[in-house]
């Protein structure tokens, strides 16, 4: 078990205004530990900062911005009474679907910069001061189920791809200065960022069909695993990609028999 493990996580998570980090933010509060959203929108965690004065502090910033993420950096030092120990990186815009013929290099770059760069300029803002410092610390990574079963998907598969590369990179880097670096790869998860304004109800009934536990997952069941990465209890992991899917990437190769067999109960309950 790590020396520090009974200290409280103090956790910057990028992306923590909305989904999945907003979710992780809520457990690392609900478990008595420090937390600091990082956003480019911080409208939606506004209730929860209410809600847990001195223990959370959100900053509106782009993740692109080295410059800015610094600011926030020093800013979230004076702001936190305990040493930040965790960085779980999850921001990242959606993707437009389109074929790479009528693909532009704008909408790749942007996807691309927004999930791989940004998660790259976190680590080495966020990440670097946490492996400079005395303590232990966890580092996670949001990959997507996409990096593993891409389909036409493009940009937003290769940069959630190249996220998994550089998890492994940054798990060997900083291996002996006590940081661990983890990704985690969800399924589709009910929040803004699939529910977008242009996917139907037909879409989504398809992601549905493809998903073994016949259901989205909600954001509090990814963010449980992000904690478990982020504590003591995972003390030896470092370099993996846990995959947490209702099933959708083992079942991927079972569409040409005809979809799943599906029970009268009904999908798997959350
Ligand atoms: N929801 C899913 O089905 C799903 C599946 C696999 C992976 N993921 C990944 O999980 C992570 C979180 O997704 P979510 O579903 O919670 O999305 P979300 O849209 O609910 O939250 C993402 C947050 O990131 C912020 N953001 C976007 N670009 C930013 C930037 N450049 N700088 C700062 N903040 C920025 C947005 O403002 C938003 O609050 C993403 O990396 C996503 O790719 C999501």
Same mark, same amino acid.
């Given at each position: 078990?790590?020396?520090?493990?009974?200290?409280?996580?103090?956790?910057?998570?990028?992306?923590?205004?909305?989904?999945?980090?907003?979710?992780?933010?809520?457990?690392?509060?609900?478990?008595?530990?420090?937390?600091?959203?990082?956003?480019?929108?911080?409208?939606?965690?506004?209730?929860?900062?209410?809600?847990?004065?001195?223990?959370?502090?959100?900053?509106?910033?782009?993740?692109?911005?080295?410059?800015?993420?610094?600011?926030?950096?020093?800013?979230?030092?004076?702001?936190?009474?305990?040493?930040?120990?965790?960085?779980?990186?999850?921001?990242?815009?959606?993707?437009?679907?389109?074929?790479?013929?009528?693909?532009?290099?704008?909408?790749?770059?942007?996807?691309?910069?927004?999930?791989?760069?940004?998660?790259?300029?976190?680590?080495?803002?966020?990440?670097?001061?946490?492996?400079?410092?005395?303590?232990?610390?966890?580092?996670?990574?949001?990959?997507?189920?996409?990096?593993?079963?891409? +389909?036409? !998907?493009?940009?937003? @598969?290769? %940069?959630?791809? =190249?996220?998994?590369?550089?998890?492994? /990179?940054? *798990?060997?880097?900083?291996?002996?200065?006590?940081?661990?670096?983890?990704?985690?790869?969800?399924?589709?998860?009910?929040?803004?960022?699939?529910?977008?304004?242009?996917?139907?109800?037909?879409?989504?009934?398809?992601?549905?069909?493809?998903?073994?536990?016949?259901?989205?997952?909600?954001?509090?069941?990814?963010?449980?695993?992000?904690?478990?990465?982020?504590?003591?209890?995972?003390?030896?992991?470092?370099?993996?990609?846990?995959?947490?899917?209702? +099933?959708? !990437?083992?079942?991927? @190769?079972? %569409?040409?028999? =005809?979809?799943?067999?599906?029970?009268? /109960?009904? *999908?798997?309950?959350?």
């Amino acid at each position: 078990m790590n020396e520090n493990a009974s200290d409280p996580l103090s956790v910057v998570v990028t992306g923590g205004g909305s989904g999945i980090g907003l979710a992780t933010v809520e457990l690392v509060l609900q478990r008595g530990g420090y937390a600091a959203i990082v956003d480019g929108d911080v409208e939606r965690a506004d209730p929860l900062v209410r809600g847990y004065p001195g223990r959370l502090h959100a900053f509106v910033g782009n993740v692109i911005d080295e410059q800015r993420m610094r600011q926030v950096s020093e800013e979230i030092g004076q702001c936190l009474s305990v040493s930040v120990n965790a960085l779980v990186n999850c921001a990242g815009a959606p993707s437009v679907a389109a074929s790479i013929e009528d693909d532009t290099v704008e909408h790749w770059s942007r996807i691309v910069e927004s999930h791989l760069t940004g998660t790259y300029v976190s680590c080495k803002v966020f990440g670097s001061a946490i492996a400079g410092s005395s303590t232990t610390g966890s580092i996670v990574n949001l990959a997507s189920v996409v990096a593993l079963r891409p +389909g036409p !998907v493009l940009a937003y @598969g290769a %940069a959630k791809s =190249g996220i998994i590369n550089l998890t492994e /990179s940054l *798990a060997t880097h900083w291996a002996t200065a006590n940081v661990r670096v983890n990704a985690v790869a969800p399924g589709w998860t009910d929040t803004p960022f699939v529910r977008r304004t242009d996917r139907t109800e037909k879409d989504l009934q398809t992601i549905i069909d493809a998903t073994p536990q016949a259901r989205m997952l909600q954001p509090v069941e990814v963010a449980e695993v992000i904690y478990f990465l982020i504590s003591s209890a995972s003390s030896a992991v470092t370099g993996a990609t846990i995959v947490c899917d209702g +099933g959708y !990437v083992a079942g991927s @190769g079972w %569409a040409p028999y =005809g979809g799943f067999r599906r029970r009268a /109960s009904g *999908a798997a309950r959350p």
